[in-house]
Nanobody
């Protein structure tokens, strides 16, 4: 079993920054791609950022240049640094792991950006 626990969400003004963290525990294999998703009010869940086991990253166009994903394989954590936040970044942010054909999601952490 795998557990993912997100932290770091909150309320921030437009232009501000937040850092989200996802801690993975259980039967974790470090050679896994990790992802952050988000779901805004009335919207579908969307992929925000991806980081491979080697550290290669990809971002949604809407967050490129503002968000940075990173990981610490020794600690089984993946972080999402979010800068220059906009009201449209308001969403619940989820950590996601696909391992051996199973989908694992965290419980989500709320990010609210006020204008």
């Amino acid at each position: 079993q795998v557990q993912l626990v997100e932290s770091g969400g909150g309320l921030v003004q437009s232009g501000g920054s937040l850092r989200l963290s996802c801690a993975a525990s259980g039967n974790i294999f470090s050679l896994n791609t990790m992802r952050w998703y988000r779901q805004g009010p009335g919207k579908q869940r969307e992929l925000v950022a991806t980081i491979s086991s080697s550290g290669s990253t990809n971002y949604a166009d809407s967050v490129k240049g503002r968000f940075a994903i990173s990981r610490d394989n020794a600690k089984n954590t993946v972080d999402l640094q979010m800068n220059s936040l906009k009201p449209e970044d308001t969403a619940v942010y989820y950590c996601y792991l696909l391992q051996r054909g199973f989908n694992y999601w965290g419980q989500g952490t709320q990010v609210t950006v006020s204008s």
